[in-house]
């Protein structure tokens, strides 16, 4: 596989259910990063990690729970969500931090909680 | 304004131009991008220009760049059905932060 790679692609879940939703990238980067896309809003970064230590944190509530475990791997945790929670989530890696324009995305999970 | 803003949807007929137009928030933005994201799919980075510069072309690609007005506009000449996609204006900052439009949905009729 190349590229940033994300599962599932489609997630429906519940308000009580706790899931997670994985990122992977081939290509040897050092930063990763989460985004939520909803409908008509601009793209919002949620978290960004610099060599597996978390960099930014923009005011993300706390049911969404990211680990990074190494640097090619990428998790967001969800529980007890919320339906405006409901959005595609996107996952994307630059070769470092300080370069974060030359950014690579995956295609998304597109997350529907009920 | 707080937000990159774009205008969410433009409609052209195939073999016209289209022109995608941004406003962006940060007048000491370093780099102006613009990303394509196709139904299923994940954001494309499409060009990008540096602040320096008021103009790049790439193929049927023309951007241009208005610093003093904070404006950035994507021209597609020739457009094809295969360029209907959204298209993503951003910016970054000298923070390093990365801020996105909502995206314009680009439909080319044939």
């Known amino acids: 596989e190349t590229g940033v790679t994300q599962t599932p692609r489609h997630l429906v879940m519940g308000m009580t259910n706790k899931k997670s939703l994985k990122c992977e990238q081939h290509?040897?980067?050092?930063?990763m990063y989460w985004y939520k896309q909803s409908a008509k809003k601009p793209l919002e970064l949620m978290f960004v990690?610099?060599?597996?230590?978390?960099?930014e944190n923009n005011s993300v509530p706390s049911r969404f729970s990211p680990e990074c475990p190494n640097s090619s791997h990428l998790f967001l945790h969800l529980h007890t969500l919320q339906p405006e929670d409901s959005a595609l989530y996107l996952c994307?890696?630059?070769?470092?931090?300080?370069?974060?324009?030359?950014?690579?995305f995956g295609p998304g999970t597109r997350l529907t909680v009920t | 304004g707080e937000d990159v803003e774009q205008s969410l949807f433009l409609s052209v007929r195939e073999g016209d131009s289209s022109v995608i137009n941004c406003t962006y928030t940060?007048?000491?933005?370093?780099?102006l991008y613009w990303y394509k994201q196709e139904p299923g799919a994940g954001l494309q980075l499409l060009t990008y220009?540096?602040?320096?510069?008021d103009m790049k072309q790439d193929q049927r690609l023309t951007v241009l760049l208005n610093k003093k007005d904070k404006h950035l506009s994507l021209r597609i000449a020739d457009t094809q059905t295969g360029d209907s996609a959204i298209y993503f204006c951003?910016?970054?900052?000298?923070?390093?932060?990365?801020?996105f439009g909502a995206g314009t949905r680009l439909t080319v009729k044939p």
């Open positions: 994307a890696s630059s070769q470092d931090y300080k370069q974060a324009y030359e950014q690579y």
């Open positions: 290509l040897g980067h050092n930063a």
């Open positions: 990690y610099s060599l597996e230590e978390r960099v």
């Open positions: 940060d007048s000491s933005s370093t780099y």
């Open positions: 220009i540096f602040s320096n510069m």
């Open positions: 951003a910016e970054s900052t000298p923070r390093n932060d990365m801020r």
